[in-house]
């Protein structure tokens, strides 16, 4: 219930984020969440359980969608993507202090209470700074109050660099009246550069969850069990140090995304990827007919290990940076929010088909299964998913028009104008 909520959450943030503003957004995910583990933790039955669980899951969804596009929206274009994997790097800390957290409770009377109703803390520091940040200044452009967003951009840039910052947002105002019209869910598959900009975004967020990250993530335990190794203690230390790897993974991705490139890394990380569930499936299917399993067994938690090490610095934080900079202003909230909500629907049919899969086919199959799609996502990504470093929104937003429409300047002038500058 709670990836159902997030599905909606996401479906609808979009739409928030464009009508009211990305900081408002962010407040009021902040409260749907809070009130979510409020109830989860006072919950007298399964059903006000289950309603907390999809509030939590709303405040997800909604925060999915509109971090990585205000921190964006914020970020000179030399560092954008580095300040957007940051996001990511917060979400695997947060799953890594989780796991610590809920050992901690595991010793304290109303286990499960604790464990669900302490993930409103962060929620309500977030609420309280969040009061003190300033809007997005692209939003505030946009919807014509230029004296705050010359503030807030003064905040970020030197003077020299500031001109040309309100010169890029003043031509994009200008595009955006002489369009002056309310996007529409609709309107983003009836332009051929937007059908290709979405394309690109929602593909990577649907290979971001086919290739099977959450289900590592959610069943790391049972994977570990699966393995052979039964003590539940084990199990659950040996995924803290699945969610630790995760964690340092894409800190290195910080770095990577803005030196290597959005392309170059997802490719690299794709391949680590197939390498790893390739290892995993062998380490299943051959510890299911050999006699001994222990040698096996470690070489499945050493398969889980290298997934995780290869997949966080590159396909954990890509999708969600290159969903932030793909989008021309006047669709990145609504384009965010159908994109992000890919990711949760997809989220959500790896994590409930993964088990009964593993059953009908057994658990080195389906590993085998999500190699398959790993290498259909490179193909995807060599196919439809361009090079974004370095460029400014409007170099992103020309890029489209001349993959749709094809143009005397080409894609790599731009990118090379893009890493010069």
């Known amino acids: 219930m709670a990836l159902v909520g997030a599905i909606v959450g996401a479906a609808s943030g979009g739409w928030i984020n464009d009508a009211y503003g990305r900081k408002k957004a962010t407040l009021l995910a902040d409260v749907v969440f809070t009130a979510g583990a409020i109830i989860m933790a006072a919950a007298p039955d399964p059903y006000v359980l289950i309603l907390g669980r999809l509030l939590v899951g709303l405040g997800v969804g909604i925060a999915s969608v509109t971090a990585p596009v205000y921190i964006a929206e914020a970020s000179p274009s030399e560092v954008r993507g580095g300040l957007v994997s940051t996001n990511v790097l917060m979400i695997t800390s947060g799953q890594f202090l989780s796991y610590l957290v809920n050992l901690a409770f595991t010793e304290v009377p109303g286990t499960w209470r604790w464990m669900l109703g302490v993930s409103a803390v962060p929620a309500i520091i977030q609420f309280v700074l969040m009061l003190f940040m300033p809007e997005s200044p692209r939003w505030l452009f946009m919807k ?7 503030l807030v951009l003064s905040k970020i840039y030197d003077i020299a660099r500031l001109e040309d910052e309100i010169d890029h947002l003043s031509a994009a105002a200008e595009e955006e009246l002489r369009k002056k019209k309310t996007v529409r869910y609709l309107d983003v598959f009836k332009s051929k550069e937007i059908r290709l900009a979405f394309l690109a975004g929602a593909g990577l967020q649907a290979f971001q969850q086919f290739t099977g990250i959450n289900t590592v993530m959610y069943y790391s335990p049972t994977i570990v069990q699966m393995a052979g190794f039964q003590s539940n203690q084990l199990a659950l230390l040996l995924s803290l140090a699945v969610a630790g790897t995760n964690a340092v993974g894409t800190i290195v991705g910080i770095y ?46 050493i398969g889980l ?14 999708p969600w940076t290159l969903n932030s900079e793909v989008y021309p202003e006047q669709y990145r909230g609504i384009c965010g929010g159908m994109s992000a909500t890919v990711n949760w629907i997809s989220n959500l049919i790896v994590a409930q088909t993964f088990l009964t899969v593993a059953e009908l086919v057994g658990t080195g199959a389906t590993f085998l299964i999500l190699a398959g799609i790993a290498v259909l996502a490179v193909v995807f990504v060599i196919l439809f998913v361009p090079e974004t470093q370095g460029l400014t929104f409007l170099e992103v937003e020309q890029m489209w028009k001349e993959r749709a429409w094809g143009s005397s300047l080409n894609t790599e002038s731009l990118l090379e104008h893009g890493n010069s500058s």
Do not use: N, Q
């Open 144 to 150: 014509s109050d230029k004296e705050k967003a010359i």
């Open 305 to 318: 290990a290298l997934y995780i090490a290869f997949f966080a610095p590159g396909m954990g934080p890509v």
């Open 256 to 301: 990577l995304i803005d030196h290597f490139g959005r392309k170059k890394l997802a490719l690299s990380s794709l391949a680590g990827v197939i390498i790893s569930l390739v290892l995993l499936s062998w380490a299943f299917i051959s510890g299911s007919s050999a006699s001994s399993s222990g040698v096996y067994g470690w070489i499945a938690v």
